[in-house]
């Protein structure tokens, strides 16, 4: 059923959709070379991440709030690179960001560098819902989600055990020291979901912790519109995963929506955008799509990623994908 969900040309109208559609989710928990005994909890966590944004849609709701509920689920499992276990760092600290768009009206919410908000991506949601701006960051962005009622927690409720210790062998190695050094083995856990609902609306959501040992301050693409998240009825929803830097540069999500709304089936854009990647900037990654006729696009250039779907017709996951 899912190579259905790659070819298929369903009835489904783009732009702000007056007819039913059937919805579908789709989510990813990072692209890298996920190591044996890891492969379990990244496989269960995206499954169980896909069901909780499933759950929403089949209840009649909204694509932001099932890619909220998908994002959250990721961002509370201590096994990805997002809200609690996230990457420390050089100064071994969490420092969050996340993204949501919403397709059918290109409102937008990001926020970059928090310290004491569990799930960003229940910021970022507050941000796209509830404020005249798009983009918040460090303490301007928490201090806007305790005032739209999200509750603040200390920084160190957001560290794990592994993480010091991976901070430390980090810092041995001398991990980060170059501009050039984010490989496709290193760990990239960054979590995201693409949402179609059952009005024919998309959205796309991404959360990360960043890099390990990542210099305060620094921002990725995750949370970058049209970077690591971008979502437009028109085109498509898109979450990206990976080396953030060359992404930045590319504008991979929206060139990635750009090829759909030009006439590209989601899974043949995919795959274009991971070669676009690879070809001017030597960059790796993943990335995952939906359009608004329910067509969706998986790819990665990494060794693993992690990715799960589930719609009315079919519930796939993988720690690889070969379309």
Same mark, same amino acid.
């Given at each position: 059923?899912?190579?259905?969900?790659?070819?298929?040309?369903?009835?489904?109208?783009?732009?702000?959709?007056?007819?039913?559609?059937?919805?579908?989710?789709?989510?990813?928990?990072?692209?890298?070379?996920?190591?044996?005994?890891?492969?379990?909890?990244?496989?269960?966590?995206?499954?169980?991440?896909?069901?909780?944004?499933?759950?929403?849609?089949?209840?009649?709701?909204?694509?932001?709030?099932?890619?909220?509920?998908?994002?959250?689920?990721?961002?509370?499992?201590?096994?990805?690179?997002?809200?609690?276990?996230?990457?420390?760092?050089?100064? %071994?600290? !969490?420092? =969050? +960001?996340?993204?949501?768009?919403?397709? &059918?009206?290109?409102?937008? @919410? *990001?926020?970059?560098?928090?310290?004491?908000?569990?799930?960003?991506?229940?910021?970022?949601?507050?941000?796209?819902?509830?404020?005249?701006?798009?983009?918040?960051?460090?303490?301007?962005?928490?201090?806007?989600?305790?005032?739209?009622?999200?509750?603040?927690?200390?920084?160190?409720?957001?560290?794990?055990?592994?993480?010091?210790?991976?901070?430390?062998?980090?810092?041995?190695?001398?991990?980060?020291?170059?501009?050039?050094?984010?490989?496709?083995?290193?760990?990239?856990?960054?979590? %995201?979901? !693409?949402? =179609? +609902?059952?009005?024919?609306?998309?959205? &796309?959501?991404?959360?990360? @912790? *960043?890099?390990?040992?990542?210099?305060?301050?620094?921002?990725?693409?995750?949370?970058?519109?049209?970077?690591?998240?971008?979502?437009?009825?028109?085109?498509?929803?898109?979450?990206?995963?990976?080396?953030?830097?060359?992404?930045?540069?590319?504008?991979?999500?929206?060139?990635?929506?750009?090829?759909?709304?030009?006439?590209?089936?989601?899974?043949?854009?995919?795959?274009?955008?991971?070669?676009?990647?690879?070809?001017?900037?030597?960059?790796?990654?993943?990335?995952?799509?939906?359009?608004?006729?329910?067509?969706?696009?998986?790819?990665?250039?990494?060794?693993?990623?992690?990715?799960?779907?589930?719609?009315?017709?079919?519930?796939?996951?993988?720690?690889?994908?070969?379309?």
């Amino acid at each position: 059923m899912l190579s259905s969900l790659l070819r298929a040309t369903e009835q489904f109208p783009t732009g702000r959709s007056l007819l039913s559609a059937n919805p579908v989710i789709l989510v990813h928990g990072g692209a890298w070379a996920i190591p044996d005994d890891a492969v379990e909890s990244h496989l269960q966590g995206v499954k169980a991440a896909a069901a909780a944004g499933f759950a929403v849609l089949q209840k009649g709701g909204t694509c932001l709030d099932a890619v909220e509920a998908a994002v959250v689920a990721m961002e509370d499992d201590e096994t990805f690179d997002a809200g609690r276990g996230s990457f420390l760092n050089m100064d %071994g600290r !969490v420092q =969050l +960001d996340a993204c949501m768009m919403d397709g &059918a009206t290109l409102r937008a @919410g *990001g926020v970059g560098c928090v310290e004491h908000i569990r799930n960003p991506i229940s910021a970022a949601k507050k941000i796209l819902t509830e404020s005249p701006h798009v983009y918040f960051v460090a303490n301007g962005a928490e201090r806007f989600a305790q005032e739209h009622g999200l509750e603040l927690c200390a920084n160190d409720d957001l560290i794990i055990p592994r993480e010091v210790e991976r901070l430390r062998e980090a810092k041995q190695q001398g991990y980060l020291q170059m501009p050039d050094e984010f490989g496709p083995m290193r760990s990239h856990d960054t979590v %995201g979901a !693409v949402a =179609l +609902d059952s009005a024919g609306n998309i959205a &796309a959501g991404t959360s990360t @912790g *960043g890099t390990l040992n990542k210099a305060p301050g620094r921002v990725g693409d995750s949370s970058l519109i049209g970077c690591g998240c971008y979502a437009d009825n028109l085109s498509a929803a898109v979450s990206t995963t990976g080396w953030g830097e060359p992404m930045m540069k590319l504008v991979l999500s929206k060139w990635t929506a750009d090829r759909v709304e030009q006439g590209t089936f989601p899974q043949e854009a995919a795959q274009r955008a991971l070669y676009y990647l690879k070809s001017r900037l030597q960059g790796h990654g993943g990335i995952i799509l939906i359009d608004s006729r329910g067509r969706v696009g998986i790819a990665h250039n990494t060794p693993r990623m992690a990715w799960a779907l589930s719609s009315a017709t079919t519930n796939s996951s993988g720690i690889q994908f070969q379309p």
